[in-house]
């Protein structure tokens, strides 16, 4: 935070994509506050946060799908491979960040002072496209990302918010 403590005016707009997954709630707390006091009066917050876990499924993909695939599908698509010759498939696991609902991030926002000018649910198939299964489908299957963008709406991975600092402290 020194970087951010060393500014030293205020800025009408600050967009802040593809970073609050990265902290945890007292970090995204103190992110918050620190914006605050970043903007000028009126000012604009623009963030997004990925991976929504308010909706049920998405948290069924995250929570169950994924896992099971990572633990049954791809060891035996490896073992499958290798008995042909080729390559194994590699699973990798690493922690994928935090994830919140939308009512947290308003929440926290509020709490620094911000209130939600705007918010909008968007990209609809970047949850899917973490399946290999997913992908192998889309390959084989023409109309089946149609199908998955529908049920992609059910679970937006990306969520835009816009926050606004009060013009005067209220």
């Known amino acids: 935070w020194a970087a951010v403590d060393a500014i030293d005016?205020?800025?009408d707009v600050v967009i802040a994509l593809s970073f609050i997954y990265l902290l945890d709630e007292a970090n995204l707390r103190l992110f918050f506050t620190r914006m605050a006091e970043t903007l000028a009066p009126g000012g604009v917050l623009l963030l997004d946060s990925p991976g929504a876990p308010d909706a049920p499924?998405?948290?069924?993909?995250h929570g169950v799908c994924l896992p099971i695939e990572a633990h049954l599908v791809?060891?035996?698509l490896s073992l499958y491979r290798r008995m042909r010759g080729r390559p194994r498939v590699v699973v990798e696991t690493k922690h994928h960040g935090f994830r919140y609902k939308s009512a947290e991030i308003i929440q926290l926002a509020a709490g620094a002072g911000f209130h939600l000018e705007a918010f909008e649910p968007m990209d609809f198939e970047n949850e899917w496209s973490r399946s290999i299964v997913y992908r192998y489908?889309?390959?084989?299957?023409?109309?089946?990302?149609?199908?998955f963008l529908m049920l992609g709406r059910r679970m937006p991975y990306v969520r835009m918010y816009a926050l606004r600092k009060p013009l005067h402290r209220t």
């Open 9 to 11: 005016k205020r800025f």
């Open 57 to 61: 499924l998405g948290n069924f993909w």
């Open 74 to 76: 791809r060891p035996a």
């Open 137 to 147: 489908l889309l390959q084989r299957v023409a109309p089946i990302r149609r199908v």
